[in-house]
T-cell receptor, first 114, second 112 residues
């Protein structure tokens, strides 16, 4: 089973709202990722958690706040977003290993900021 | 820095073969991945190369030459459902963590 699940599938929010994106995997993977993808562009890495600790933050604005409550869950808290933050937000997970860490992606959350 | 190049778009006929090239210049190399992404959906893993040579998986094959900084994805017996974007991604040396650098993607259109 290589399934990563994400909720919600679609989200529309105003610039003053606070919302959260959720991601879950039950493959025993110890690394989890958040990506942002704009139309016709490749995914851009935002954050990496390794063994539930934040290991990479790609200089993402503080209006995006990640959280890893346990090894199966990853959240992305959103606050005071801008319209340009509208995108597909992808979660991925992988084994934490030097040679076998293929990343498996969830279906994504389509976010629209009004 | 990291630079990965692949063609923007390719068109092929159903039943034919298409080869998608990917060239990379990265500060290190610890593996190259190919993903397929249908419009509006998540990328799905196709193949992984870390040693030189050809990896075959059914209708899809991927080749790597580390000395040339070059890979290709070969799609045989094309089907309409193969119309998608194909992403080449390189993992730099392990010290960078599990960070992938993606190319811009190649949109493949399969025509009847």
């Amino acid at each position: 089973d290589t399934e990563v699940t994400q909720t919600p599938k679609h989200l529309v929010m105003g610039m003053t709202n606070k919302k959260s994106l959720k991601c879950e995997q039950h493959m025993g993977h110890r690394a989890m990722y958040w990506y942002k993808q704009k139309a016709k562009k490749p995914p851009e890495l935002m954050f990496v958690y390794s063994y539930e600790k934040l290991s990479i933050n790609e200089s993402v604005p503080s209006r995006f706040s990640p959280e890893c409550p346990n090894s199966s869950l990853l959240n992305l808290h959103l606050h005071a977003l801008q319209p340009e933050d509208s995108a597909l937000y992808l979660c991925a997970s992988s084994q934490e290993g030097p040679y076998t860490d293929t990343q498996y992606f969830g279906p994504g959350t389509r976010l629209t900021v009004l | 820095g990291q630079n990965i190049d692949q063609p923007t778009e390719m068109t092929a006929t159903e039943g034919a073969i298409v080869q998608i090239n990917c060239t990379y210049q990265t500060s290190g190399f610890n593996g190259l991945f190919w993903y397929q992404q249908h419009a509006g959906e998540a990328p799905t893993f196709l193949s992984y190369n870390v040693l030189d040579g050809l990896e075959e998986k059914g209708r899809f094959s991927s080749f790597l030459s580390r000395s040339k900084g070059y890979s290709y994805l070969l799609l045989k017996e094309l089907q309409m459902k193969d119309s998608a974007s194909y992403l080449c991604a390189v993992r730099p040396y392990k010290a960078a963590g599990n960070k992938l650098t993606f190319g811009g993607g190649t949109r493949v259109l399969v025509k009847p």
